[in-house]
């Protein structure tokens, strides 16, 4: 398996404009989970899908985010508006089976690195 | 909720120093515990696990114990090297009711100096 993948490594846009990141979790897996990365805030989990379903959306930070999952093997996580305090590197991973499974780690992408200018 | 607290950064150690990063932990159940580490301009990746108390995970030269007792998983290394320069994450998986979550700490940066 590739691993996670995700899409584009780099984006860079402008302020107001909607941003569309992706995420190919790994065969098999039956969690998905985006995360963000700033120095300011470390790693923050925004929200997690468990088959296809969001689970927990309370690190979401607000209505200009959005995430969907419509089949096992691809996510979005959309910004619209999208303001310069989304810079950040967010990640995609997934983890688990077709059995929900007791213990498992998470396998993360490379991450897209967002610039809002 | 469940919670991971680790050290502080950054940690700056000359090589060949022995490592110690502190991680303690919050949970209901018996989760499993990890280390993540992350490269510069990469993702983070599994580094060792424990699934259960007193269980010692171990790869690369880096070794962590399952303490259940002090709710503890401290990383530790005898021997750094120059290329172990990275940000080092603790991290628990809660048991089925969560889905296979994983909660992180908030990483601990360590630089290796020659």
């Known amino acids: 398996d590739a691993g996670v993948i995700q899409s584009p490594r780099h984006e860079v846009t402008e302020m107001g404009q909607e941003v569309t990141l992706r995420c190919k979790p790994i065969?098999?897996?039956?969690?998905l989970f985006w995360y963000r990365q700033t120095m300011m805030r470390g790693l923050e989990l925004l929200i997690y899908?468990?088959?296809?379903?969001?689970?927990?959306d309370s690190g979401m930070p607000e209505d200009r985010f959005s995430a969907k999952m419509p089949n096992a093997s691809f996510s979005t996580l959309k910004i619209q508006p999208s303001e310069p305090r989304d810079s950040a590197v967010y990640f995609c991973?997934?983890?688990?089976?077709?059995?929900?499974?007791?213990?498992?780690?998470?396998?993360f992408g490379q991450g897209t690195r967002l610039t809002v200018v | 909720g469940d919670s991971v607290t680790q050290m502080e950064g950054p940690v700056t150690l000359s090589e060949e120093a022995f490592l110690t990063i502190n991680c303690t932990y919050t949970?209901?159940?018996?989760?499993?515990l990890f280390w993540y580490v992350q490269y510069p301009g990469e993702g983070l990746q599994l580094l060792l696990k424990a699934t259960k108390a007193d269980d010692k995970g171990s790869n690369k030269g880096f070794e962590a114990t399952y303490r259940k007792e002090t709710t503890s998983f401290h990383l530790e290394k005898g021997s750094v090297q120059v290329s172990d320069s990275a940000v080092y994450f603790c991290a628990l998986s809660g048991p089925k009711t969560s889905y296979d979550k994983v909660i992180f700490g908030p990483g601990t940066s360590l630089s290796v100096i020659p």
């Open positions: 991973a997934s983890s688990g089976g077709q059995i929900r499974s007791m213990n498992t780690e998470a396998f």
């Open positions: 949970a209901t159940g018996y989760p499993s």
């Open positions: 065969s098999g897996h039956n969690s």
């Open positions: 899908f468990n088959n296809n379903v969001p689970i927990d």
